[in-house]
């Protein structure tokens, strides 16, 4: 499968985006996939994750701000009251595991990434 994502952005604090990712093929939607970031000098980190039961999960620091969805062979990620250190290369990422959680090692299918700039 090939995962390539849009949507990225600059916005300022407060501000809300709204990524997207495309996959090649729909077996995609049966598996776990979601959106990862990675910030200059940080490591990469799971952001959201969701699976074909439409199970999700979030890191905390999002929370109550970002929604993960999936429709058809695209998946999403709603991005409200958006921080400064919420700038980072975003990425959608997916596995054959049915549930991965959002440990980016357990991912290994990865788009080329969206920049987001909160600034």
């Known amino acids: 499968v090939q995962l390539v994502e849009s949507g990225g952005g600059l916005v300022q604090p407060g501000g809300s985006l709204t990524l997207s990712c495309s996959a090649s093929?729909?077996?995609?939607?049966?598996?776990?996939w979601g959106w990862f970031r990675q910030a200059p000098g940080k490591e990469r980190e799971g952001v959201a994750v969701i699976d074909g039961a439409g199970t999700t999960a979030y890191t905390q620091s999002v929370k109550d701000r970002f929604t993960i969805s999936q429709v058809n062979n695209t998946l999403y990620l709603q991005m409200n009251g958006l921080r400064p250190e919420d700038t980072a290369l975003y990425y959608c990422a997916a596995t054959g595991s049915r549930w991965a959680g959002l440990d980016p090692s357990n991912y290994n299918t990865w788009g080329q990434g969206t920049q987001v700039t909160v600034s």
């Open positions: 093929d729909n077996t995609v939607r049966r598996r776990c």
